[in-house]
């Protein structure tokens, strides 16, 4: 009890740093208890497993909507200290051994970011499947009527609270079953007796789960086909988000120290006990075959600490039972006080660290953010649709991040950008698709290997492109009309260099699109000069090309820079430029993934230099830097972007043009909420007041309003 006051207390003090909690899924949270109302917005019914959803309805009767997210979070991060000291309890028959454990598992580090990315669902169901277990254990010592229906309700409780939960929980049961069966030598009555008896445990999931078959019924009809996919061994050589995971858990000491000690006690139990270490096994087996084969791996190493922490248990027990046979009382206590003080403070200070820094991380709704949620509510139509791209931070599923708040404490649908992988339901990921385009550009251009988004009347992102790769387009390369100058001698001061930018206010559009490529023109018309830059894409090509022609009035043009801003990190032995100024780089660390060649096609004048640049020297985000002199008055230069990805799929039969007017007038979308810090959008909106025109605006976020 002490322990689950002190992480209440923890969990709801970091929650409460700001007024809402951090994380997307909170306000998703929101929207099923809404739906529970029969507040449906979308009218699909509830799109996630109920158990904690109730549980949430009852404290917002309690409490206001952002402290109740608050409360049942920390609650639910703190109740799991019940089921987890009772079975490391009985694995380990120490009570002191059950405490260690449970400190360990209550204060593990990636639980402390679980709960600050809102995984509140998944570590309710997590205590639900340790209470399983608990009687699992119990049914394989013996394998009563009384054990294995307790079991099959409490795992129906996880089919009920989240479904990796509930998927993990049967992987592991399946592995149990095909290990049992080859490695425990039984006759036929033990076999007979084993399968009458087992019938019991899924006959109980499948009469306690009746309630939830409503769900899964949702699920399935509104799930997308594309969430089944497996990566089948397709290893993520270079995914630093993988190592960066992995290397949280190795460079602490408690972890490290209580994996050591794990494998002995696995090791040991197996000898001792076949069923019970075979069970643990599973346990481990699941969630590393399911992280070999399954796209976004790492939602599994979420559940290693758990067989983890029964195998830790298990070796304090034995540590413990060990020297007390041996009668050295008062050295055990001394080594026990000591261990469990080191062990504690670490656990503690691990998380804590941890705890703060994922706090901050997945902070996307601040005053600002609230503000703007409440205006939304005061001040617009119950009907209103809105669209995002979410906060500065692009994290998981991108525009979710403020797309969901709205939803769900709001109360308007809203639709946002992101990756496709992170949405289970089809809905949702043909809304990302399209939101997707609306917001990487007035225009986009897409070929199936490469796209061009053109981000006209802004004078930035002119224009973006990027390759296809592994089901979604990468941001390669951008210009900008507004960064590239013009470097000018007028007519009435010959002596004195002007520096002009290329953009100007007064400009005109021209799109040309048929079955087989598009182009999109740009004029620019000032006082000094008339400049025309065009792009192109043409079906079946892997490359872009973007034209400039400069034609000046009134002035003779000295010089010409244009820059191009690489959009992923590299470094400069990966960036090579030849003598005739072709520039390759490749995308690091997986080099061989990605390849991006810009080429001067043609020009009418002389290419001075071609450079690479890096703010930081070991690396980063690369800029090139052309600059060309003029041999007659008029200029022209043609560049020419190759992009060779080794992952991308079938694509280039077909040529799409996408509008982003036309596409807003599709999904009937009213307003755009935009975070301030995506310079490249906001310029965009702000740049087109035809469109869009400012409707409510703080330090942090703008929303438009979009002219229909």
């Known amino acids: 009890m002490i322990l689950v006051v002190v992480m209440f207390t923890i969990n709801f003090t970091m929650l409460n740093t700001e007024s809402a909690p951090p994380g997307a899924d909170y306000g998703n949270y929101l929207t099923q208890v809404d739906i529970l109302r029969g507040n449906d917005l979308r009218g699909l019914g509830l799109r996630h497993q109920p158990v904690f959803f109730v549980f949430l309805d009852l404290l917002t009767m309690i409490f206001d909507e952002l402290t109740a997210l608050k409360v049942a979070a920390a609650t639910v991060?703190?109740?799991?200290?019940?089921?987890?000291?009772?079975?490391?309890?009985?694995?380990?028959?120490?009570?002191?051994?059950?405490?260690?454990?449970?400190?360990?598992?209550?204060?593990f580090v990636s639980?402390?970011?679980?709960?600050?990315?809102?995984?509140?669902?998944?570590?309710?169901?997590?205590?639900?499947?340790?209470?399983?277990?608990?009687?699992?254990?119990?049914?394989?010592?013996?394998?009563?009527?009384?054990?294995?229906?307790?079991?099959?309700?409490?795992?129906?409780?996880?089919?009920?609270?989240h479904m990796l939960v509930a998927f993990f929980a049967f992987a592991s049961l399946t592995f149990f079953v095909i290990l049992y069966t080859v490695f425990i030598k039984l006759d036929k009555k033990e076999i007979k007796n084993k399968i009458k008896n087992s019938f019991y445990l899924p006959l109980a999931v499948a009469l306690f789960s009746l309630p939830y078959v409503p769900f899964y019924i949702t699920f399935f009809m509104n799930s997308s086909k594309e969430i089944v996919t497996f990566r089948l061994l397709e290893l993520p050589v270079g995914d630093v988000q993988i190592g960066e995971s992995?290397?949280?858990?190795?460079?602490?000491?408690?972890?490290?120290?209580?994996?050591?000690?794990?494998?002995?006690?696995?090791?040991?139990?197996?000898?001792?006990?076949?069923?019970?270490?075979?069970?643990?096994?599973?346990?481990?087996?699941?969630?590393?075959?399911?992280?070999?084969?399954?796209?976004?791996?790492?939602?599994?190493?979420?559940?290693?600490?758990?067989?983890?922490?029964?195998?830790?248990?298990?070796?304090?027990?034995?540590?413990?039972?060990?020297?007390?046979?041996?009668?050295?009382?008062?050295?055990?206590?001394?080594?026990?006080?000591?261990?469990?003080?080191?062990?504690?403070?670490?656990?503690?200070?691990?998380?804590?660290?941890?705890?703060?820094?994922?706090?901050?991380?997945?902070?996307?709704?601040?005053?600002?953010?609230?503000?703007?949620?409440?205006?939304?509510?005061?001040?617009?139509?119950?009907?209103?649709?809105?669209?995002?791209?979410?906060?500065?931070?692009?994290?998981?599923?991108?525009?979710?991040?403020?797309?969901?708040?709205?939803?769900?404490?709001?109360?308007?649908?809203?639709?946002?950008?992101?990756?496709?992988?992170?949405?289970?339901?089809?809905?949702?990921?043909?809304?990302?698709?399209v939101v997707n385009n609306i917001f990487a550009g007035t225009y986009v251009i897409d070929n199936g290997k490469v796209n061009v988004a053109?981000?006209?009347?802004?004078?930035?992102?002119?224009?973006?492109?990027?390759?296809?790769?592994?089901?979604?387009?990468?941001?390669?390369?951008?210009?900008?009309?507004?960064?590239?100058?013009?470097?000018?001698?007028?007519?009435?001061?010959?002596?004195?260099?002007?520096?002009?930018?290329?953009?100007?206010?007064?400009?005109?559009?021209?799109?040309?699109?048929?079955?087989?490529?598009?182009?999109?023109?740009?004029?620019?018309?000032?006082?000094?000069?008339?400049?025309?830059?065009?792009?192109?894409?043409?079906?079946?090509?892997?490359?872009?090309?973007?034209?400039y022609h400069v034609v000046p009035k009134n002035s003779t043009i000295q010089q010409l820079k244009i820059n191009l801003w690489g959009l992923f990190k590299t470094s400069p032995q990966t960036c090579k430029v030849s003598n005739d100024g072709v520039v390759s780089l490749f995308r690091w660390p997986s080099a061989k993934d990605t390849t991006v060649a810009i080429h001067v096609q043609q020009t009418n004048g002389k290419l001075e230099s071609a450079r690479v640049f890096f703010d930081n020297p070991e690396g980063g985000k690369p800029t090139f830097n052309y600059v060309f002199q003029p041999i007659k008055n008029e200029f022209y230069v043609h560049f020419k972007i190759d992009v060779n990805i080794s992952t991308v799929g079938a694509g280039g039969q077909t040529i799409k043009f996408y509008e982003s007017y036309a596409l807003l007038k599709e999904l009937n979308i009213d307003y755009l909420l935009v975070n301030r810090h995506r310079d490249s959008e906001l310029q965009r909106f702000l740049s087109d007041s035809e469109h869009f025109t400012v409707e409510f605006q703080n330090e942090s976020v703008i929303i438009f309003k979009v002219s229909k």
Request: hydrophobic share 45%; aromatic share 16%.
């Open 246 to 433: 992995l290397l949280i858990f190795a460079k602490f000491f408690v972890i490290v120290a209580a994996t050591i000690a794990g494998v002995f006690a696995l090791t040991k139990c197996l000898k001792e006990n076949k069923g019970k270490g075979l069970l643990i096994s599973s346990l481990f087996l699941a969630p590393l075959t399911l992280f070999l084969i399954t796209v976004q791996p790492l939602r599994w190493l979420y559940f290693l600490p758990i067989p983890m922490l029964l195998c830790f248990s298990i070796s304090l027990g034995t540590l413990f039972s060990d020297t007390k046979r041996d009668k050295k009382t008062s050295m055990v206590v001394m080594f026990a006080a000591l261990f469990i003080a080191t062990f504690a403070v670490q656990s503690i200070a691990v998380a804590a660290e941890r705890f703060g820094d994922a706090t901050s991380f997945y902070q996307f709704i601040k005053e600002d953010e609230v503000q703007a949620l409440n205006w939304i509510k005061t001040y617009t139509s119950p009907n209103a649709i809105f669209a995002t791209s979410g906060s500065s931070k692009d994290v998981g599923g991108g525009g979710n991040s403020y797309g969901w708040w709205v939803e769900g404490y709001a109360n308007r649908i809203c639709m946002f950008t992101g990756d496709l992988e992170f949405y289970s339901f089809q809905f949702e990921r043909d809304q990302v698709r």
């Open 454 to 547: 053109e981000s006209y009347p802004a004078g930035i992102n002119n224009p973006q492109i990027g390759g296809y790769a592994k089901g979604k387009y990468e941001k390669l390369l951008t210009l900008s009309d507004l960064q590239n100058q013009l470097f000018l001698t007028t007519s009435d001061k010959p002596e004195t260099i002007i520096i002009v930018p290329f953009y100007s206010q007064n400009s005109t559009s021209i799109i040309q699109h048929n079955n087989s490529g598009v182009n999109i023109s740009v004029t620019y018309e000032n006082f000094h000069f008339s400049a025309t830059r065009s792009v192109t894409l043409n079906k079946s090509e892997s490359s872009a090309n973007v034209i």
């Open 77 to 107: 991060f703190s109740v799991v200290v019940f089921p987890c000291f009772l079975l490391t309890k009985k694995l380990s028959g120490s009570y002191l051994a059950a405490v260690m454990a449970t400190v360990f598992f209550a204060f």
């Open 111 to 161: 639980y402390t970011e679980m709960i600050s990315w809102g995984g509140n669902p998944n570590f309710l169901a997590f205590s639900f499947l340790l209470i399983a277990l608990l009687f699992i254990f119990e049914a394989i010592n013996k394998a009563s009527i009384r054990n294995l229906l307790a079991a099959g309700f409490f795992l129906s409780l996880v089919i009920g609270t």
